[in-house]
């Protein structure tokens, strides 16, 4: 089986948030009114992380996309009481909506902050409603979703390759995050495919993990900004 | 054979508190009701919209529900423990302090479990925790003590009450339809005495282990998590002890509560105050002690995070509900119970009072800072509950305040056969404490002195 990860080479990335809006539109995340974004309501399965260190005048903020870590070791899906969040075999910390009972254990034992809840029935404004992906279900209010690494592409990849009778090739499943990045500084793969560029930066000098020290083991690496 | 006349002491004091029913009894209870059905009313309103109708957000996923929970939780822990462990140490002076005391546990316990229930997010899912349960969740843990728990603290509060049931079936004819099921055809023959008593000292035993581990596992909700300030080891202790120091504290309020409304000056009297208060000094103390090794360790640990969650309570935002927690756990009680003179009634009634807040708050700085302040990403998202919230908090409350009162009026809230007894057996418990005693008359050399005793 493979095992998914993902490499966001800071360096490269302009935080021009295009991995956010094509995530929300491919994932059918929903809107949020300005109040209830006000009471930390706001939906986003990949979101930019502002890290500032020091203050005024002397400071400097780092911006780093976070979609789901999809840890190896996840702290949130021990603590599901109905196994509503677990770990699929391609490696994928997964959601399984028709059963959430909502209790919000996961979100509260995330430590990178990626779950989320529905705290009402979803709403789109008037023409996005009519545009939603047809592939991603959309979630009933009450259940935690999260970023599932774009899983719809790739039950179609495999589909697709077994239609086509050949093995799955890498570019065949790209999550939208990946497959919009302007400057390309997403990659996307097998993290245990030597010959694949996320096995070979997953390696480099400047990767690191987000909260390593914690043991989730992560399967998204960042490579580090090599300075101005 | 049924005439007042022949009634015992006992009958004829505990009786008719159940039968007659003052005025102002309806009206609390007619307030308390309203405020219930507001309640309802409030989740209703809730069930419709989903949880946006709260305070919550992100990242505080968890607010006054969860508070609550525990907080209930915690409070169950009166009656259920504290009547075990009287009736295990043989304390006589438990006798009209237990049934009081084991109603707290019934009617909290389920109130706190329901907090649980009204906080997810898919009631209509409720029963996935048995249909597919994940064994590797706490809150699975909690389903599984917190049901044993209910289920044995009804039966260890049924089992006293059917001698007094055929008591009541003998004395009030009007009500034989009720209590004629529930006396199961009790006589009062020596064996069925002997039966019950076994009985009774068995789910004593049971239950003792039982209570520990609801607290213990309800602590682990938080502690079997990664999250500064909630991953320590000391919080299943820590959870118990603050428990029973809650659960005292309820004890004594209701108690002085129903001795005023109920005339039981005779029966509860100071000197149950004061060996409670005892009891609560002990708690105080403890509790201090596992809150200052909680505290100062994070400190020396000096992890960024914890440190962050900790500052916030004790400089931070929250650092009101903490600091008044302190006051209200610590100086206050110390010194109200501390001092013989203050250890009256009154005193230990506002020194329990006074606890229970502090309880709560603490309660409440134990969920909420942790999840204001998340390893990543940093927030500005401040809690504030909803109504709906404070409604069904205020719900909770009358609707425990309620069945307390409505129990008062389905049985003797002091155990009609259990004073009796103890009256019965002063003699037998006279020999016991001799028994304690080295053998010997009073006044003579208790047998031959020990060899070691007659080198020196």
């Known amino acids: 089986m493979p095992r998914y990860g993902m490499v966001i080479d800071l360096d490269r990335c302009t935080a021009c948030q295009a991995c956010v ?33 020091g203050s005024f005048p002397s400071l400097r903020a780092s911006l780093k996309p976070r979609p789901c870590l999809m840890c190896d070791d ?32 996961c979100t509260n034992a995330c430590p990178y902050g990626v779950k989320l809840f529905n705290w009402r029935k979803p709403e789109w404004p008037k023409p996005m409603a009519e545009g939603l992906d047809p592939d991603v279900s959309v979630r009933p209010k ?22 086509e009778r050949r093995p799955m090739r890498e570019e065949d499943y790209q999550p939208a995050c990946a497959e919009v990045c302007p400057p ?45 | 054979m049924n005439r007042r006349e022949d009634w015992t002491y006992e009958e004829k004091a505990l009786i008719p508190p159940v039968v007659k029913t003052s005025r102002l009894f309806w009206f609390t209870a007619a307030g308390l009701a309203a405020i219930v059905l507001w309640a309802l009313y409030a989740w209703y309103y809730q069930l419709q919209r989903g949880l946006g109708v709260t305070g919550m957000g992100r990242p505080v996923y968890w607010g006054f529900y969860i508070t609550n929970f525990v907080f209930f939780i915690g409070v169950s822990h009166a009656g259920t423990l504290i009547s075990a462990i009287l009736r295990l140490t043989r304390a006589e002076w438990r006798r009209p302090i237990t049934r009081a005391a084991e109603i707290i546990t019934v009617a909290v316990i389920a109130i706190g479990a329901s907090n649980v229930i009204i906080d997810l997010g898919r009631e209509d899912r409720l029963f996935n925790v048995i249909f597919k349960p994940h064994l590797t969740s706490p809150l699975l843990w909690d389903v599984l003590s917190i049901t ?151 400190y020396y640990g000096n992890s960024p995070d914890e440190i962050r969650v900790m ?25 109200i119970l501390g001092v013989k003179r203050f250890r009256t009634i009154t005193g230990t009634v506002i020194a329990s009072l006074l606890i229970n807040v502090g309880m709560w708050l603490e309660r409440f700085t134990i969920v909420i800072p942790t999840l204001s302040n998340p390893r990543i990403p940093r927030y500005n998202v401040h809690y504030t509950p909803s109504w709906v919230e404070v409604s069904l908090m205020a719900g909770c409350f009358a609707l425990f305040i309620l069945v307390y009162m409505g129990f008062t009026k389905l049985f003797p809230i002091i155990s009609i056969w259990e004073i009796e007894e103890g009256r019965e057996g002063v003699q037998e418990t006279a020999e016991r404490l001799e028994s304690y005693l080295p053998e010997g008359e009073w006044g003579e050399a208790a047998g031959p002195v020990p060899a070691a005793a007659s080198i020196a």
Not at chain 1, 23 to 37: G, R, S
Not at chain 1, 202 to 225: C, I, N
């Open chain 2, 148 to 298: 044993t728990y209910l289920t044995g603290s009804v039966l260890y509060l049924y089992l006293p009450t059917i001698p007094d049931s055929a008591i009541l079936r003998d004395k009030l004819p009007r009500r034989r339809w009720l209590y004629g099921p529930l006396s199961l055809g009790w006589t009062g023959t020596e064996r069925q005495k002997k039966l019950l008593n076994r009985a009774i000292a068995v789910m004593a035993v049971i239950m003792v282990p039982i209570a520990v581990s609801v607290h213990t596992v309800v602590s682990w909700v938080f502690a079997m998590t990664i999250q500064p300030m909630w991953h320590s080891s000391i919080f299943g202790p820590f959870f118990v002890v603050g428990a029973i120091y809650s659960g005292i504290a309820a004890i004594i309020v209701a108690m002085a509560i129903i001795r005023k409304g109920c005339h039981l000056e005779a029966f509860l009297k100071p000197l149950h105050f004061d060996y409670l208060g005892r009891l609560l000094l002990v708690m105080t103390l403890l509790w201090t002690y596992f809150t200052f090794a909680e505290y100062i360790t994070t």
């Open chain 1, 184 to 228: 390309n500084a997403i990659s996307f793969g097998d993290l245990d495919d030597e010959k694949s560029e996320v096995h070979r930066l997953s390696r480099h000098d400047r990767a690191f993990r987000l909260l390593a020290e914690l043991g989730t083991k992560p399967k998204v690496y960042f490579l580090r900004e090599v300075g101005k």
């Open chain 1, 142 to 163: 009450g259940v935690v979703e999260k970023c599932t690494f774009c899983h719809q592409r790739l039950q179609a990849a495999r589909e697709r390759a077994a239609w």
């Open chain 1, 21 to 53: 809006v094509a995530c929300k539109v491919e994932n059918n995340v929903p809107f949020t009114d300005p109040e209830a974004a006000a009471k930390g309501r706001t939906m986003l399965w990949i979101e930019l992380l502002a890290d500032i260190e």
């Open chain 1, 74 to 105: 996840p702290p949130c899906t021990k603590v599901c009481p109905v196994n509503a969040t677990y770990q699929n075999p391609d490696g994928i910390v997964a959601q399984i909506y028709p059963r959430c009972i909502g209790c919000r254990y």
């Open chain 2, 311 to 335: 500052m916030s309570k004790l400089t931070g935002p929250f650092a009101p509900y903490f600091w008044t927690m302190v006051i209200c756990c610590l100086p206050v009680p110390l010194v």
